[in-house]
């Protein structure tokens, strides 16, 4: 045991240091947390709808539609996405087999999102993941949040991400994603308020 | 060509380099150990990546010198040969220089031991001739390889055994046979190569003939070299001539992805050399490098003249390196250097100027085009260097102004070469009386330029983000700057310590967050001692 000590001396002594950076959970923070097509496989005919949840230093996230989107591929499916009115779609041409068809975005702060819709199948997102947090979050409790992918702007998440602890009264906000190999996306965003 | 200056052992161990040789490198300005996870992995000849720089042991080409930072070869058996100013015409398959390892006669007794903070080696002759000729071993355990894993954490990479040998036979008044077998275990550069090498010496003639093998992860070849010499006095009016032929080979089953080609890789060479008066020499040849189908011509010449305690030379060298695409044009590179030295008694100085030429660099594909060798580059610098040997007190500056560029063809706008730096100093200061040595070394270089994120793309079918980059090389890391101590302890006949103490913390590069939205600074061990006690019999 000492010998393991000593080692683990010996690599500080020897290491560097990375600054610090945002925790991939952390919700203060410009980036886009979850891209949605509703539905996410679309039968020719059908149509599929785009948003994002997108988080913001300093600010609630919001529930976007881009400002501009396009296809990267297959680029001959070009016109199968669109700007309808008020928002952009993808609407599904005759297709002989199953077709991915990738699309580019771009949202209102810029940022800029690719996400696949299969052409040619039918598939439903997913339920949103259930959130049961207490209001107001106890502090220095672990409170189990159960199967997504979580993010919060009040507290601190565990390494596996399946855990939220407050320490300090916050306000803020805790959002679950999940997501299924279809292509499937759903979230859930709740305010937080710990004291 | 140019020898080691010897000045690490003028100075009484670097100040920062921890006892090791290849880090005591760093003090020539042609020279940096580029860090792979932190951790020095290849070597750097001015603006010549690792990929550029060829190693070779008594020879032949080895896949490397470092394992977990630290120089392979040992105290005692081993010496260091550098090739920044110009290769030897006997060598070549590399656009940016070597550095070799040739391993020393194993004559006389001794032994030696040294322990450090990762590593233990133990080196000697054999106190009686094993198989009727001179004998020496070294070997060093590795107990701790620092190494920053991916996720940025620190892990230890295990311990590993490096080993060097070295049996000699006299087989007559002419002719010596030598067998140096050289090994390190672990890591992706893990590699063997036994090597068995034949002298002849006859008045003016002298030959060698050699052959090795090498098994490595990633590379297994059978490798030859031969090389005659013949020398003259006074022919055709010149007080000297010398003649060089030789040639080189290497067969080689190299790991590419799945498949595993068979490559071919050679050299003929020729050299003449006249003493052209009384401080006047010349030397030049041209060298036929083969690469599978591909041939191509080095021609490399050399004057050199000494005006009192002033010496000049100048070189003018070109030099070839296989593509990875063995049908491809092999990369090319012409140097011209010019150097003056002054000695006194007590001081030296040395002044080197360069410039090199680079074309048919590869150039990595992109979004909007395919890979092509039509990259070129170039670099010029100066480089200064000087020692000062006292009664007591050494010291020794060294200083390089560069600037070396690259574009991905030629009418394409340049920026900076990866490695370009450009300036550089280092300045050794060392005191020694009555078993005591301290030495401060203080080091100021420029940040490497680096290519700055300037956005990120959200793939939200695997939630994970992709770079967007700006320009090429158009950002620089800040300054690094280090200062050393060491202080060495001769503790009797035949111990000796050391502690050698480097204060730095300075920005080595960046990184950035999952989503490319934060630039994260990597940061030097503000302060990164090391002990060391060697035992000589």
Same mark, same amino acid.
């Given at each position: 045991?000492?010998?393991?000590?000593?080692?683990?001396?010996?690599?500080?002594?020897?290491?560097?240091?990375?600054?610090?950076?945002?925790?991939?959970?952390?919700?203060?923070?410009?980036?886009?947390?979850?891209?949605?097509?509703?539905?996410?496989?679309?039968?020719?005919?059908?149509?599929?709808?785009?948003?994002?949840?997108?988080?913001?230093?300093?600010?609630?996230?919001?529930?976007?539609?881009?400002?501009?989107?396009?296809?990267?591929?297959?680029?001959?499916?070009?016109?199968?996405?669109?700007?309808?009115?008020?928002?952009?779609?993808?609407?599904?041409?005759?297709?002989?087999?199953?077709?991915?068809?990738?699309?580019?975005?771009?949202?209102?702060?810029?940022?800029?999102?690719?996400?696949?819709?299969?052409?040619?199948?039918?598939?439903?997102?997913?339920?949103?993941?259930?959130?049961?947090?207490?209001?107001?979050?106890?502090?220095?409790?672990?409170?189990?949040?159960?199967?997504?992918?979580?993010?919060?702007?009040?507290?601190?998440?565990?390494?596996?991400?399946?855990?939220?602890?407050?320490?300090?009264?916050?306000?803020?906000?805790?959002?679950?994603?999940?997501?299924?190999?279809?292509?499937?996306?759903?979230?859930?965003?709740?305010?937080?308020?710990?004291? | 060509?140019?020898?080691?200056?010897?000045?690490?052992?003028?100075?009484? #161990?670097? $100040?920062? *380099?921890? %006892?090791?040789?290849?880090?005591? =490198? @760093?003090?020539?300005?042609?020279?940096? &150990?580029?860090? !792979?996870?932190?951790?020095?992995?290849?070597?750097?000849?001015?603006?010549?990546?690792?990929?550029?720089?060829?190693?070779?042991?008594?020879?032949?080409?080895?896949?490397?010198?470092?394992?977990?930072?630290?120089?392979?070869?040992?105290?005692?058996?081993?010496?260091?040969?550098?090739?920044?100013?110009?290769?030897?015409?006997?060598?070549?398959?590399?656009?940016?220089?070597?550095?070799?390892?040739?391993?020393?006669?194993?004559?006389?007794?001794?032994?030696?031991?040294?322990?450090?903070?990762?590593?233990?080696?133990?080196?000697?002759?054999?106190?009686?001739?094993?198989? #009727?000729? $001179?004998? *020496?071993? %070294?070997?060093?355990?590795?107990? =701790? @390889?620092?190494?920053?894993?991916?996720? &940025?954490?620190? !892990?230890?990479?295990?311990?590993?055994?490096?080993?060097?040998?070295?049996?000699?036979?006299?087989?007559?008044?002419?002719?010596?046979?030598?067998?140096?077998?050289?090994?390190?275990?672990?890591?992706?550069?893990?590699?063997?190569?036994?090597?068995?090498?034949?002298?002849?010496?006859?008045?003016?003639?002298?030959?060698?003939?050699?052959?090795?093998?090498?098994?490595?992860?990633?590379?297994?070849?059978?490798?030859?070299?031969?090389?005659?010499?013949?020398?003259?006095?006074?022919?055709?009016?010149?007080?000297?001539?010398?003649?060089?032929?030789?040639?080189?080979?290497?067969?080689?089953?190299?790991?590419? %992805?799945?498949?595993?080609?068979?490559?071919?890789?050679?050299?003929?060479?020729?050299?003449?050399?006249?003493?052209?008066?009384?401080?006047?020499?010349?030397?030049?040849?041209?060298?036929?490098?083969?690469?599978?189908?591909?041939?191509?011509?080095?021609?490399?010449?050399?004057?050199?003249?000494?005006?009192?305690?002033?010496?000049?030379?100048?070189?003018?060298?070109?030099?070839?390196?296989?593509?990875?695409?063995?049908?491809?044009?092999?990369?090319?590179?012409?140097?011209?250097?010019?150097?003056?030295?002054?000695?006194?008694?007590?001081?030296?100085?040395?002044?080197?100027?360069?410039?090199?030429?680079?074309?048919?660099?590869?150039?990595?594909?992109?979004?909007?085009?395919?890979?092509?060798?039509?990259?070129?580059?170039?670099?010029?610098?100066?480089?200064?260097?000087?020692?000062?040997?006292?009664?007591?007190?050494?010291?020794?500056?060294?200083?390089?102004?560069?600037?070396?560029?690259?574009?991905?063809?030629?009418?394409?706008?340049?920026?900076?070469?990866?490695?370009?730096?450009?300036?550089?100093?280092?300045?050794?200061?060392?005191?020694?009386?009555?078993?005591?040595?301290?030495?401060?070394?203080?080091?100021?270089?420029?940040?490497?330029?680096?290519?700055?994120?300037?956005?990120?793309?959200?793939?939200?079918?695997?939630?994970?983000?992709?770079?967007?980059?700006?320009?090429?090389?158009?950002?620089?890391?800040?300054?690094?700057?280090?200062?050393?101590?060491?202080?060495?302890?001769?503790?009797?006949?035949?111990?000796?310590?050391?502690?050698?103490?480097?204060?730095?913390?300075?920005?080595?590069?960046?990184?950035?967050?999952?989503?490319?939205?934060?630039?994260?600074?990597?940061?030097?061990?503000?302060?990164?001692?090391?002990?060391?006690?060697?035992?000589?019999?």
């Amino acid at each position: 045991m000492k010998g393991a000590w000593l080692v683990i001396a010996l690599v500080g002594l020897l290491a560097g240091c990375v600054d610090a950076g945002d925790p991939p959970w952390w919700l203060d923070h410009d980036r886009i947390v979850a891209v949605r097509l509703e539905p996410p496989a679309i039968q020719p005919g059908e149509s599929a709808m785009v948003d994002a949840l997108i988080a913001h230093r300093g600010a609630p996230t919001t529930d976007d539609q881009p400002v501009a989107a396009t296809v990267v591929s297959p680029r001959a499916l070009f016109t199968a996405v669109h700007y309808n009115l008020d928002h952009w779609q993808i609407d599904c041409p005759p297709v002989a087999e199953q077709t991915s068809l990738v699309v580019e975005m771009r949202f209102p702060a810029g940022e800029v999102a690719t996400k696949t819709v299969v052409l040619g199948d039918t598939h439903a997102n997913p339920a949103a993941p259930a959130l049961a947090v207490p209001d107001p979050v106890p502090l220095h409790q672990d409170i189990a949040l159960g199967d997504a992918e979580w993010f919060t702007s009040c507290g601190t998440l565990d390494a596996s991400r399946t855990t939220l602890r407050v320490d300090e009264p916050c306000d803020g906000e805790l959002v679950g994603v999940v997501r299924d190999l279809g292509g499937g996306v759903a979230w859930q965003v709740v305010p937080l308020h710990a004291q | 060509m140019a020898r080691a200056d010897d000045v690490d052992r003028e100075i009484g #161990g670097v $100040p920062g *380099a921890f %006892g090791d040789s290849l880090q005591s =490198l @760093e003090l020539s300005p042609s020279y940096t &150990l580029v860090p !792979v996870d932190d951790v020095p992995a290849g070597i750097a000849i001015r603006d010549a990546d690792p990929s550029r720089v060829k190693l070779f042991v008594d020879g032949f080409e080895v896949p490397t010198l470092l394992a977990g930072g630290r120089s392979l070869f040992f105290a005692g058996i081993s010496s260091e040969r550098r090739f920044d100013d110009g290769m030897d015409l006997a060598y070549g398959g590399a656009t940016g220089g070597g550095l070799e390892i040739d391993t020393q006669a194993a004559n006389g007794r001794w032994s030696q031991a040294a322990l450090t903070v990762t590593d233990a080696t133990v080196a000697s002759t054999a106190l009686h001739s094993l198989y #009727g000729g $001179p004998f *020496a071993a %070294g070997m060093r355990f590795s107990f =701790l @390889e620092p190494r920053r894993g991916r996720d &940025l954490d620190l !892990v230890t990479a295990g311990e590993h055994f490096d080993l060097q040998g070295r049996q000699e036979w006299r087989l007559s008044g002419h002719w010596s046979l030598a067998f140096t077998p050289i090994a390190t275990e672990g890591g992706d550069n893990g590699f063997a190569r036994a090597t068995l090498t034949a002298r002849y010496r006859d008045g003016g003639w002298q030959g060698t003939l050699a052959a090795s093998a090498l098994q490595g992860v990633s590379r297994e070849s059978v490798d030859t070299r031969a090389d005659f010499k013949r020398e003259l006095r006074n022919v055709g009016g010149l007080k000297a001539l010398e003649l060089r032929i030789g040639e080189n080979t290497s067969l080689a089953e190299v790991v590419q %992805g799945a498949a595993t080609p068979t490559q071919f890789d050679g050299g003929l060479w020729a050299a003449l050399g006249a003493a052209l008066g009384a401080n006047v020499v010349a030397l030049g040849g041209a060298r036929l490098e083969i690469f599978d189908t591909q041939v191509a011509l080095s021609p490399r010449g050399t004057i050199a003249a000494l005006f009192g305690h002033i010496g000049v030379g100048l070189t003018a060298s070109a030099y070839r390196q296989a593509q990875v695409d063995r049908d491809v044009t092999p990369e090319r590179a012409t140097e011209v250097t010019a150097i003056v030295q002054r000695r006194w008694t007590h001081q030296r100085i040395s002044v080197t100027g360069y410039y090199i030429d680079r074309s048919r660099i590869l150039v990595e594909p992109s979004a909007t085009s395919v890979g092509t060798a039509s990259g070129v580059g170039t670099a010029t610098g100066i480089e200064a260097r000087e020692s000062w040997f006292g009664r007591h007190w050494t010291a020794y500056f060294a200083g390089a102004i560069s600037h070396a560029t690259r574009a991905d063809r030629f009418t394409a706008p340049d920026h900076p070469a990866d490695l370009d730096a450009p300036l550089r100093f280092d300045a050794v200061v060392a005191w020694h009386d009555h078993g005591w040595r301290i030495g401060v070394r203080g080091q100021l270089r420029s940040g490497l330029p680096y290519t700055p994120v300037t956005g990120a793309v959200y793939d939200g079918d695997t939630d994970t983000y992709s770079a967007l980059y700006g320009k090429p090389n158009s950002d620089r890391a800040p300054f690094r700057r280090e200062l050393d101590l060491r202080v060495d302890r001769q503790l009797g006949t035949h111990l000796h310590a050391y502690l050698d103490v480097a204060f730095n913390g300075g920005t080595l590069g960046y990184t950035y967050s999952d989503d490319y939205s934060q630039q994260l600074a990597i940061r030097a061990p503000p302060v990164l001692p090391w002990v060391g006690i060697t035992g000589n019999l």
